[in-house]
């Protein structure tokens, strides 16, 4: 178990807990870390509803409502397409609180734009709206897909 991470998530856990708030993850290119690492800590049951893995653009599309056209003209890895998918993630559960991600975690499939290790981090709230991150990772498949999992917990504001 990577102990950074559990100690991250059982203060995410309980600031949910303590709020009496739950939580949904929407996940691309983590493909369920972050809900991994959430529910390691024991007792997350009553406080994390559910995670989405929406690794195609067909899963963003039907189970968090992801439009094609946003896909379209933005592409997987957008600050537009993570929108969509920390809302519907919230839209899509009984959550008070929501993370999505979505990235190119490579080693192929960057561009010049978006090289690999771009990642787009959202987070959003019933009460407070969203924000969106967008960062550029350095290192190997599993680095960038790590260090997407801490800045999703360490960006969570529970209010």
């Known amino acids: 178990m990577d102990h950074e991470l559990f100690i991250l998530a059982q203060v ?9 708030k739950s939580l949904v993850t929407a996940e691309s290119c983590t493909g369920g870390w972050i809900a991994q690492a959430l529910t390691d800590v024991p007792g997350s049951s009553l406080w994390f509803d ?3 893995v929406t690794y195609s653009n067909a899963a963003k599309i039907q189970m968090l409502g992801v439009k094609p056209e946003t896909l379209q003209r933005f592409g997987a890895v957008s600050a537009q397409t993570v929108t969509e998918m920390v809302i519907g993630a919230l839209l899509h559960s009984d959550a008070d609180v929501a993370i999505a991600v979505t990235g190119i975690a490579g080693p192929s499939g960057g561009t010049e734009e978006k090289p690999v290790g771009t990642v787009f981090i959202a987070w959003a709230s019933k009460v407070t709206g969203y924000k969106v991150l967008q960062q550029c990772f350095s290192g190997d498949r599993q680095d960038i897909r790590r260090q997407t ?3 999703a917990l360490k960006g969570l ?3």
């Not at 856990?13 to 009496?20: D, P, R």
Request: no cysteine; hydrophobic share 45%.
């Open 12 to 20: 995410v856990g309980q600031a949910l807990q303590s709020q009496q």
């Open 50 to 52: 559910r995670g989405f």
């Open 149 to 151: 999992v801490l800045m």
């Open 157 to 159: 504001t529970v209010d």
